[in-house]
């Protein structure tokens, strides 16, 4: 099974940028479909985007046109590039890694002020 540790959180002012990772360990990498979920306060989890093995991403609409998912296979990683930052997108933002399972991070804060 796969570990993931998430970093790169942090406090940004509104429209500022941040850049996620995630690092994989224990598992071949590259079998699994990567995603990036948040969870804000009083929230239920929420997936933020995905990409597949062969790199196909999907995001959903509150974020399409400001964050970019990728990986980097050889690293074992996967990056969230978050651009123009609004205050609803605190969360607590957390790695997970699909294939016969589901495996999660233990996540990381990002805090937008406005």
């Known amino acids: 099974q796969v570990q993931l540790v998430e970093s790169g959180g942090g406090l940004v002012q509104a429209g500022g940028s941040l850049r996620l990772s995630c690092a994989a360990s224990g598992a071949d990498f590259s079998r699994y479909t990567m995603a990036w979920y948040r969870q804000a306060p009083g929230k239920q989890r929420e997936l933020v985007a995905s990409i597949t093995r062969g790199g196909s991403t999907t995001y959903i609409d509150s974020v399409k046109g400001r964050f970019s998912i990728s990986r980097d296979n050889v690293k074992s990683m996967v990056y969230l590039q978050m651009d123009s930052l609004k205050p609803e997108d605190t969360a607590v933002y957390y790695c997970?890694?699909?294939?016969?399972?589901?495996?999660w991070g233990k996540g990381t804060l990002v805090t937008v002020s406005s």
């Open positions: 997970a890694g699909f294939s016969l399972g589901t495996y």
